[in-house]
């Protein structure tokens, strides 16, 4: 029985032939992540440990993006222990406020991850960078402890769902639309324990932001990891950004997938998940008429150069509609820059929307656009759960970057295909 | 291992924002966390938890953010273990990393009722419902899972030599 491609970076990682889903393995790493949330508790947890070392000073990275710039007094207590620990281990990529970015955003635009990797965080959405051809997944502080110190973690090898992608997105449709639309597919928990792998003709024509976009949301439908082949788009990623020498591990011809889904490209329309599950996704045939009072563009998911550029092609030269509050928050300093540089920024400003410095902020209700009772937000991340954005009478609705814009203006959800025919 | 409690019950898709909001994530002390935990799906639970209390619960338990401070919140409040039709992955993990017991069974989870009396044994997999009588087998964990979570979690474990 042939294996996946997930199973065949596992099997790499602990130094066996093969692997079987089910089967438990111990994994060596390429890569130990972990935020300004998680961090204190893992450094908590490997202070047990009585080490006065971390496995591999490359190999650990800190990034502080949660509660940054601090939010509150408590907030700068934990950056600080995060920042003292990485001192005195000598951690090669701490990143601070300044050099800092949404960590799943600054990861693959350092280079610090490259295809066969394998990689855990201390955050729910390391699953990010599967879109470079890498196992990556999420993981919670003990087990970002236990990696820190032993440069190892346990797994259970996952079976997977082949996702077989064909034909090409239309006009502002992107990443964010696939996978809505396919949690809309399988639910929260349809891919529960398992690896989603994204393959097929379609891929050709799928960004390396649209890939990362679609692979950050992964865990949104429960998956242990999300995948993508590696080809001509991923190599050249990689090669532009430093990464290390990529290796390419494939399914083999006969591997076994619990189920296939087929997703034709051509046919996926501007999605919007309604709250408070991001399964809920509703194409806009069946949105109807929805005042708002708030639009977040930014993120893990959607905060990178093309999401700011969709969202830029709308608002340049148009107003926000009065009343409904804009937040644009590029994903990291490289993208900001480069956003000023194209206009971006200045489309956003004229268009009255505010512009923040990188920080997760808003996305889990930290800080920068926190809520009101009965308040609703068209957002470009991640979750819409009771209580994300703030109070638990507020609501959420995912949405890509080029629908967010397109609801700034007009206050109320609206497709990107109705303000730009 | 035994465990007996009163149940308290949930529904399906339990996520770690609402088990334990962001806006309280700027602490990781667990008297603290569980002071707010279930906030924002049950007002009333920091008030009527009572040590030993079983939490049973849907599907996809612990969706969501990889906060251990989710787990971490549970058991602090005093909950002994939770029952659920199944849960999210990382939960999964960071529950037996921290030593909050967990026993994934669909049917318990199903027919169990807010308010019951519940015993469950982590040895035989056997979780017995006293107040209907009836009786749910499940799969019983490794041993050394099992050691895990009676010790207190997997560092834990590691320092007293456990594992």
């Not at chain 1, 998680?38 to 591999?56: C, H, M, N, Y």
């Not at chain 1, 601070?96 to 960590?103: F, H, R, T």
């Not at chain 1, 470009?380 to 994300?388: K, M, Q, Y």
């Not at chain 2, 919140?73 to 992955?89: C, N, T």
Request: one cysteine or more.
């Amino acid at each position: 029985m042939g294996m996946t491609m997930t199973q065949k970076i596992l099997a790499a990682h602990a130094g066996l032939d093969r692997v079987q889903a089910g089967q438990l393995i111990l994994v060596s790493l390429d890569l130990v992540l972990g935020n300004d949330i998680t961090s204190p508790v893992a450094i908590k947890e490997f202070a047990r440990l009585g080490k006065d070392s971390v496995f591999d000073r490359d190999k650990v990275t800190m990034i502080m993006d949660h509660f940054a710039p601090n939010k509150d007094i408590k907030a700068a207590e934990q950056c600080r222990v995060c920042r003292d620990f990485c001192r005195s281990m000598d951690i090669t990529h701490f990143y601070d406020v300044g050099q800092m970015g949404i960590e799943h955003a600054l990861i693959p635009e350092k280079g610090l991850v490259t295809a066969g990797n394998a990689v855990i965080g201390a955050d729910s959405h390391t699953c990010t960078y599967g879109a470079l051809g890498s196992f990556s997944t999420g993981v919670g502080s003990t087990d970002m402890a236990f990696g820190m110190a032993s440069g190892k973690a346990w797994f259970k090898v996952p079976s997977a769902i082949k996702v077989v992608l064909r034909g090409s997105l239309r006009k502002h449709v992107s990443g964010k639309d696939v996978i809505l639309t396919l949690i809309g597919m399988t639910g929260v928990d349809g891919a529960l324990y398992r690896s989603l792998e994204f393959t097929g003709e379609g891929l050709g024509s799928l960004s390396m932001d649209d890939r990362l976009c679609i692979a950050n949301m992964a865990i949104e439908a429960g998956a242990k990891n999300g995948i993508f082949e590696v080809d001509d788009i991923t190599l050249e990623y990689l090669r532009s950004h430093g990464a290390a020498e990529p290796v390419i591990y494939r399914a083999d011809e006969d591997a076994v997938y619990d189920r296939t889904i087929e997703l034709d490209l051509s046919e996926i329309e501007p999605t919007v998940a309604f709250p408070h599950l991001p399964e809920n996704a509703r194409t806009f045939d069946k949105i109807g008429d929805i005042p708002i009072d708030q639009v977040v563009i930014g993120s893990c998911t959607n905060g990178r150069l093309s999401d700011l550029k969709a969202a830029a092609e709308i608002l340049r030269g148009r107003k926000c509609a009065p009343g409904v509050r804009v937040i644009i928050i590029p994903a990291t300093q490289q993208i900001y820059l480069e956003a000023m540089e194209l206009g971006y920024i200045r489309d956003f400003i004229e268009a009255g929307a505010a512009v923040s410095t990188p920080t997760c902020g808003p996305c889990l209700g930290g800080h920068m656009g926190i809520l009101a009772d009965g308040e609703r937000a068209v957002t470009t991340t991640n979750r819409n759960f009771v209580g994300r954005m703030g109070h638990t009478g507020s609501e959420v609705y995912l949405a890509s970057p080029a629908t967010a814009a397109a609801s700034a203006l007009t206050g109320r959800i609206t497709s990107p295909w109705e303000v730009m025919e | 291992m035994k465990y007996t409690g009163n149940i308290i019950k949930y529904g399906d898709n339990v996520d770690t924002d609402v088990i334990i909001p962001a806006r309280y994530l700027n602490t990781s002390d667990p008297k603290e966390l569980a002071s707010h935990c279930m906030e924002d799906i049950d007002k009333s639970f920091t008030g009527r938890v009572r040590s030993g209390d079983i939490i049973a619960a849907g599907t996809n338990f612990g969706c969501g953010s990889s906060r251990e401070h989710a787990p971490i919140a549970i058991k602090a409040s005093g909950i002994s273990l939770v029952i659920a039709k199944s849960f999210a992955r990382i939960f999964y993990r960071n529950a037996i990393n921290i030593g909050l017991a967990i026993v994934e069974c669909p049917e318990a989870a199903e027919e169990i009722s807010e308010g019951d009396i519940v015993e469950a044994d982590m040895d035989s997999g056997i979780i017995r419902n006293m107040t209907t009588g009836k009786e749910y087998r499940t799969e019983p964990f490794p041993e050394f899972i099992q050691k895990i979570i009676e010790n207190g979690g997997l560092m834990q474990s590691a320092a007293d030599g456990a594992i």
